[in-house]
Every structure is written in C-alpha cells, then in structure tokens.
C-alpha cells in the first residue's frame, strides 16, 4: 500500500532532524519542503516553522536545539511514540516494531534486532546503537540473537498483565537505582504508558520474555522484583567493544498478526 503524501512529509521531516541533530545533514531539498507545505499537514508547518526560527549558530547550541525539536516532533506525532519517549528514552533500552511476515516469528524478532525493516507505521525507535560502530564487528550490536530454530527456546509467555509490568520495569537503570518503579509516585502512570505501547498490538497479541522469572509461570510479578532482581536467559553479545561491557538485560517481544515488537533494557558499564 502506498504511503500518504502526508506519512512521507513526517517521515522526511523527522530523517531531516535526526541527521541535523547527529550534524551530517545539508538543508532539504525543495521537493521535500514542497512536499511537507502541501501534503504534511499542520504538525509538519509546526516543524518547519519552529526550525526555521532556529539560530543556526553556535553549532553545538543549534544541535542541542535540533535535538529538543526533534523529541517534540516525535511525540506530537502520536500517543504511542509520547509514551515510548516518557517511559523508555532516558534508560539503556532497545525499542523496535517490524512488520510480521513469517508463520515463525523468529524470523521477523531477527530481522527487527539486525535492523533490516522499518517499523510499518513509520513510529519512533529507540536505538542507540544503530550508528554504533560496533555493528562493523557484531552486526546486531548490542545484541548477539540465536538462530530461529534455537530464539523460542531462550523464552518464556507471558500473560497480557505480566507483559505491561516487564515493560514498566525496563524505565528502571540496572544498577544503583534510586526509585523502583513499584515505590515511585508516578506508578500509575508508569503503567498506563506500558499498556499504551502494548495496546499497539491488539487484544490477541502474544507476549514472550527472557526473563527466567517466567519458567515457571506466565504470571511473574517483574513490578515487585524490580529490574536490578530479575534474572533472565542474555541475548546480548559477549564482545568487548568501544569500551563497554554489557552485562544484563531483559527483553519482551510482543506479536500479532501483522507487526512483532522488540523492547529490551540493557545492562552496561
């Protein structure tokens, strides 16, 4: 199906603030302005008008002011990418939904990990390490996953309510946190912004996680054991690459009939 002109105008915009921002970008052509002033509706003229204001120097000042528009951007965009940003962009994490296209579902949690398709609703990512050089080295970097025929077994189901509480979690830092989310005064907020992004993929979706907590069960506490006590099967790699040694980490994968999502929180030192 082919994109709206007024989908294209977002996701020109928001490729032209993340490559402004990382400060590798020329200014836009004129088809994408053109594109963006007719088809890109008013978040895009919001956009544009708002960098256009931007004093283009100091370039350090101009970044830090590109970096603060992009994340506006993004979540003016939609409900799902405010949450993601509120709950999961300050942490160590991973967050990437790619389309599903195999019966097996490891297939498309792979292709979403390797960074071979895009999210299908054009939605933000949260991805750190998708510049890194290190992917020259582990190309899933952070990430070292199992082949299909071996990823099922590193996992365990999830119920829907275990899901949004091993989701809620990852807001946490591995070490030396200071405030569990199960003690934090924005708790229920907290909550409400897991079962946001889980509702993106429907009431029949299926939950899985790495978590050990779960052999046992599909209906682990993770809100009560806190991230820094949840113990879980490691798909990162055991490189030692550009200084950084990772340690822990918990993953939930969330599928559907059309789309398999990937949240994952990193322990790193």
């Known amino acids: 199906m082919p994109l ?26 004129q088809e994408p302005v053109r594109l963006a002033a007719q088809g890109g509706g008013e978040l895009v003229r919001w ?16 970044v830090r002011q590109v970096g603060d528009l992009l994340l506006e951007f993004r979540s003016r965009r939609c409900p799902w990418n405010a949450a993601a940003l ?3 962009d300050d942490p160590y994490t991973f967050v990437a ?4 296209r195999y019966e097996d579902w490891a297939y498309d949690v792979r292709a979403v990990l390797h960074r071979s398709v895009p999210d299908p609703r054009g939605w933000v990512r ?4 998708r510049t890194n050089t290190a992917r020259h080295t582990v ?14 077994s590193r996992l365990y189901p999830l119920e829907p309510e275990a899901a949004v ?16 989310v199960r003690s934090r005064p924005d708790r229920d907020a907290v909550l409400a912004d897991a079962r946001t992004l889980l509702d993106r993929y429907g009431t029949t979706a299926g939950y899985w996680t790495n978590a050990t907590a779960a052999a046992s069960g599909p209906a682990p506490d993770f809100l009560a054991a806190g991230l820094q006590d949840t113990r879980s099967h490691s798909f990162l790699t055991t490189e030692y690459l550009n200084g950084l040694d990772l340690f822990e980490d918990l993953g939930l994968i969330a599928v559907s009939d059309d789309e398999v999502g990937v949240f994952w ?3 790193a030192y």
Not at 139 to 152: E, H, K, R
Not at 174 to 180: I, L, R
């Open 97 to 100: 939904t790619g389309p599903r």
């Open 265 to 267: 929180s990193i322990g």
């Open 47 to 62: 956009a544009f008008d708002r960098l256009r204001s931007l004093p283009r120097e100091p370039d350090d000042a101009f």
């Open 4 to 29: 709206s002109d007024d989908r294209t105008a977002l996701d020109l915009l928001e490729a032209h603030l993340e490559t402004l921002w990382r400060g590798t970008d020329l200014p836009l052509p």
């Open 126 to 129: 949260l991805d750190r390490d």
């Open 165 to 180: 509480t091993a989701l809620a979690i990852m807001a946490e830092e591995w070490q030396w946190e200071p405030s569990p």
């Open 86 to 88: 509120r709950l999961l």
């Open 139 to 152: 190309p899933a970097y952070p990430f070292d996953p199992p082949g299909a025929s071996v990823l099922p």
